[in-house]
């Protein structure tokens, strides 16, 4: 079973910056895609950045220029920087991991952690 362990979030001033954590732990096989999501109240989970096991990096539009997904191979830990933040990134932020094994593909969800920026 894996764990991820996100950490990071709270409440922050619109142009003001957070950065997330997310600790992979557990029967981890070969990662190949982390990432981060959110959702806001009455709206559907969302892709803000990935980052897969070569470095490629995908960012939502609303989000590029703003926002730096890195990871840590070695530690199963991805992080999001999160600069000149907007009400409207109001939202639980939840970390993602993909792995696999042979042609068995596993997708885990973090617990999610709360991000408010206030204008």
């Known amino acids: 079973q894996v764990q991820l362990v996100e950490s990071g979030g709270g409440l922050v001033q619109a142009g003001g910056s957070l950065r997330l954590s997310c600790v992979a732990s557990?029967?981890?096989?070969?990662?190949?895609?982390m990432g981060w999501y959110r959702q806001a109240p009455g709206q559907q989970r969302e892709m803000v950045a990935v980052?897969?096991?070569?470095?490629?990096?995908r960012y939502a539009d609303s989000v590029r220029g703003r926002f730096t997904i890195s990871r840590d191979n070695n530690r199963a830990t991805v992080y999001l920087q999160m600069n000149g933040l907007k009400p409207e990134d109001t939202a639980i932020y939840y970390c993602?991991?993909?792995?696999?094994?042979?042609?068995?593909?596993?997708?885990?969800w973090g617990q999610g952690t709360q991000v408010t920026v206030s204008s």
């Open positions: 557990g029967s981890i096989f070969a990662i190949y895609e």
């Open positions: 993602k991991v993909d792995d696999r094994l042979g042609d068995d593909e596993y997708h885990h």
């Open positions: 980052i897969n096991s070569g470095g490629f990096r």
